[in-house]
């Protein structure tokens, strides 16, 4: 089955500690995102990339890394710098960036303890 | 930079009523999406409107979106209990960009 795969679905660290979430598709699509949910404030986003090697910052980076290693993975590091870790992280991904739709993971559910 | 404004945040409805939610851009767009995600889920796509003053009906919603390619509306009628979600609006910038920014969403709640 094609689809965007994100793992874990919960995960819990201890504050300080960096934590990396997964993030893989396989349908062959160029663009990949990375969101933060919270209560209230929608989805924000952290990083994109467009393609292998190359990734922006979104609105709210502070904190976070990326990796476009291969085009089918963008992991995502929350770092110890990240003052407010908890939150429900989507990944997202899309045939290209302009205008195509975009497909989303299940989810990781973060919370730092 | 470009920002998505939606409102309202909460929307309260009686099942068989209608409602609006409505989406603002600080910037032009060169496309808008709508996207439903289900108590639990995660977002789902509904819907792509690309031309100024574009209007799409998916059943029992109608999309609209503004003159101008700075604001968009989702028009639900007759709302059922299966409507329950957030419905989030989505803008994408100049051709070029890949950035997708989305609203805070609307969710939506439905009394039977």
């Known amino acids: 089955d094609g689809g965007i795969t994100q793992s874990p679905k919960y995960l819990f660290r201890k504050e300080g500690q960096n934590v990396t979430l997964s993030c893989e598709q396989n349908?062959?699509?160029?663009?990949m995102y990375w969101y933060r949910q919270d209560p209230g404030q929608g989805l924000r986003l952290i990083y994109y990339?467009?393609?292998?090697?190359?990734?922006q910052k979104g609105d709210i980076a502070e904190g976070y890394s990326v990796s476009r290693e291969k085009k089918e993975s963008f992991p995502l590091t929350v770092t110890s710098a990240q003052k407010n870790p908890t939150a429900f992280y989507l990944c997202?991904?899309?045939?290209?960036?302009?205008?195509?739709?975009?497909?989303f993971g299940q989810g990781t559910r973060l919370t730092v303890v | 930079g470009q920002q998505v404004m939606q409102i309202p945040q909460y929307q309260h409805v009686q099942e068989g009523e209608d409602f609006t939610t409505y989406c603002n851009s600080s910037?032009?767009?060169?496309?808008i999406q709508w996207y439903k995600q289900r108590p639990g889920g995660h977002p789902v796509f509904l819907i792509q409107?690309?031309?100024?003053?574009e209007v799409k009906k998916q059943k029992r919603l109608t999309f609209q979106f503004g003159e101008a390619k700075k604001n968009s509306s989702l028009h639900i009628t007759a709302t059922q209990t299966t409507d329950v979600g957030t419905y989030f609006c989505?803008?994408?910038?100049?051709?070029?960009?890949?950035?997708?920014?989305f609203g805070a969403g609307t969710t939506v709640t439905v009394r039977a």
């Open positions: 997202a991904s899309s045939i290209e960036g302009s205008g195509t739709e975009a497909f």
């Open positions: 409107l690309v031309k100024s003053g």
């Open positions: 349908l062959n699509h160029d663009a």
């Open positions: 990339s467009q393609i292998v090697n190359d990734f």
């Open positions: 910037t032009t767009l060169s496309n």
């Open positions: 989505a803008g994408r910038g100049p051709s070029n960009d890949y950035k997708l920014s």
